[in-house]
């Protein structure tokens, strides 16, 4: 009897749990409505479909192709929307639907927060890019709020998958939608930089990408944040291009050697990796030291020469010859050639070293007087002429310089062009040699005899002599004298008769005349001697009456007397 009660209780309990399934069947059957968000399990998956339990009395498909992200498994919960209850082959359901419900949840919900959403950029549109933000929903990104940096190839962002901002939200039931990338990007940026700021010190080891070039050196991307890495800070020695020490997209370790927070400033180094070599400088190298280095570099001032890595030093253009002027570096040396050089000095605190080229030979000038003593004639070849003289090349690098004064005793240059030529040779004397101001005078005229002293020893003052007139003045009249000396009758020594003026005097003068003329003075250092015609009738006379005086002691006839000759004079 027991038994029987027991089996009767589990039969009756068994009715009543089949009857509690189908009325919640047929209570969720009643719930469900077409476009309803309904939660389902994944009951099997095909090639082609996914079939999913949503508490009906048949179960739903879905195709495949609504699984981008992947298949699920059997078992796994799957929100549908039910598009049908009732369809011809079951209830129609569709996950993309369901995907886009929520989606334009999320969306509307981080317009409101200002939160970012994920998408990822499908293609080029006119003015931008259209973005897939999932769901069956697509935004429009402007170009200009693409990416933090200016983009130049716009197809290099398609298939981009990143985080945006929704910056307006046109409508709540269809892709209307405009987003900002530029903006979210901008913001991670600031927040590395200021986590960078915040946690790194000068002398720390950071990684990052070489981002582009300029002509100081390379920019480094150090998480969307820049980094200069100076063409300085490469290498202790010599860097000319900074492709020569990295290349664009290289991800490198460098020294942080400067940070600047108030002004975003970050200075890197990769040469801090090394010791610098100017700590030793002094153990290897003492002015006036003769080293070899490389030329790497040429200026309008002069050549940089490497002795080592990371020490260079400067040649100025003055230290490359003794005696050569050298118009540009090139002229003597080029880049790449070794050298060697004279170290003239050195400041390690700013990293500099003077050199000098010159100083490895002989200095000519040290011993120019020995080598062309005053006296000594020498032959020569004109380079250069001026108002005031001619440069003469002696040797190569050694000129001399003659004066135009210094051409000629007796004619007066006034221009040497008139008597030199560039390139002509002439043989010269060495007036001074002046090793100390680097400077030879020379002289043609030294070459013979002064003919002022030959003059002056012949015609001392008193003397009377005939020479020619070689041009005629308003304040006198030039006379040559034998030898080539010419000297200046002055205005008032031409006419003894005061009351004849010069102007009527000189009219029966012509260049080319004979003229006889009184010496009256003879000046041999300023190379001048002063003529008299006026005197010269005075002698004349003078000698005329003392002859006559003489002559008439020994007449016997004294009725002609002095008055009588003077007289005698004046109507000739």
């Not at 000297?487 to 009351?499: F, I, P, Q, T, Y």
């Not at 010496?519 to 041999?524: E, L």
């Amino acid at each position: 009897m027991e038994q029987m009660e027991v089996e009767k209780n589990e039969t009756q309990n068994s009715t009543g749990n089949i009857q509690t399934q189908l009325e919640e069947s047929l209570k969720s059957l009643g719930t469900l409505e077409d476009g309803q968000l309904v939660d389902g399990k994944v009951i099997q998956v095909t090639d082609d479909f996914v079939f999913v339990d949503i508490g009906y009395k048949s179960e739903g498909k879905i195709p495949v192709a609504e699984f981008a992200d992947g298949l699920p498994k059997v078992g796994e919960p799957v929100t549908v929307v039910l598009l049908k209850k009732n369809g011809r082959n079951g209830p129609e359901v569709s996950k993309l639907k369901a995907d886009a419900k929520q989606m334009w949840k999320d969306i509307r919900k981080a317009f409101d927060e200002k939160s970012a959403v994920e998408g990822t950029v499908s293609k080029v549109v006119k003015g931008g890019f259209e973005v897939n933000l999932g769901g069956d929903i697509h935004a429009f990104l402007p170009i200009s709020q693409s990416d933090s940096q200016k983009v130049d190839k716009p197809e290099s962002l398609v298939g981009l998958k990143a985080k945006f901002y929704i910056e307006r939200l046109y409508s709540d039931n269809k892709a209307n939608v405009v987003v900002n990338r530029r903006k979210y990007l901008e913001e991670q940026i600031e927040k590395n930089r200021e986590n960078f700021f915040n946690t790194i010190k000068i002398g720390d080891t950071v990684k990052g990408t070489v981002k582009s070039f300029t002509s100081f050196g390379a920019f480094i991307d150090l998480g969307g944040f820049d980094g200069l890495l100076h063409i300085n800070d490469m290498s202790w020695g010599h860097v000319t291009r900074p492709k020569d020490f990295v290349k664009k997209g290289q991800e490198i370790e460098l020294k942080v050697i400067r940070l600047e927070p108030a002004e975003k400033r970050i200075n890197l180094s990769l040469k801090h990796f090394t010791e610098d070599p100017w700590i030793h400088f002094e153990e290897r190298y003492h002015v006036n030291d003769i080293v070899k280095g490389h030329v790497t570099k040429l200026t309008d001032f002069g050549a940089f020469i490497e002795l080592e890595e990371g020490i260079e030093g400067l040649a100025h253009i003055s230290e490359f010859s003794w005696t050569k002027k050298i118009n540009k570096p090139s002229d003597m040396v080029n880049v790449g050639d070794e050298v060697e050089c004279m170290i003239l000095g050195y400041d390690i605190q700013a990293g500099r070293v003077s050199l000098g080229l010159k100083q490895v030979t002989a200095n000519p000038w040290d011993t120019i007087g020995e080598k062309y003593p005053v006296g000594e004639h020498v032959k020569g070849k004109i380079v250069k002429i001026t108002n005031v003289g001619a440069f003469v090349s002696l040797e190569e690098g050694i000129d001399g310089f003659l004066h135009v004064d210094d051409i000629s005793w007796t004619k007066k240059v006034k221009h040497p062009g008139s008597e030199l030529v560039v390139d002509q040779e002439l043989e010269v004397m060495i007036l001074e040699a002046d090793p100390e101001n680097r400077r030879i005078r020379l002289g043609i005229k030294q070459l013979s005899d002064d003919p002022w002293k030959q003059f002056a020893s012949a015609y001392k003052p008193g003397s009377t002599l005939e020479g020619e007139i070689t041009s005629i003045t308003d304040f006198g009249i030039f006379v040559k004298a034998p030898g080539g000396i010419e000297g200046l009758v002055n205005k008032s020594n031409l006419s003894d008769d005061r009351e004849v003026p010069f102007e009527e005097a000189v009219k029966k003068y012509n260049v080319g005349d004979k003229i006889n003329v009184y010496v009256v003075d003879v000046n041999t250092e300023r190379e001048k001697v002063a003529f008299s015609v006026k005197e010269f009738k005075k002698k004349q006379q003078r000698e005329e009456i003392s002859q006559y005086m003489s002559s008439s002691n020994s007449d016997d006839d004294g009725a002609y007397t002095l008055g009588d000759f003077i007289k005698t004079q004046k109507n000739d």
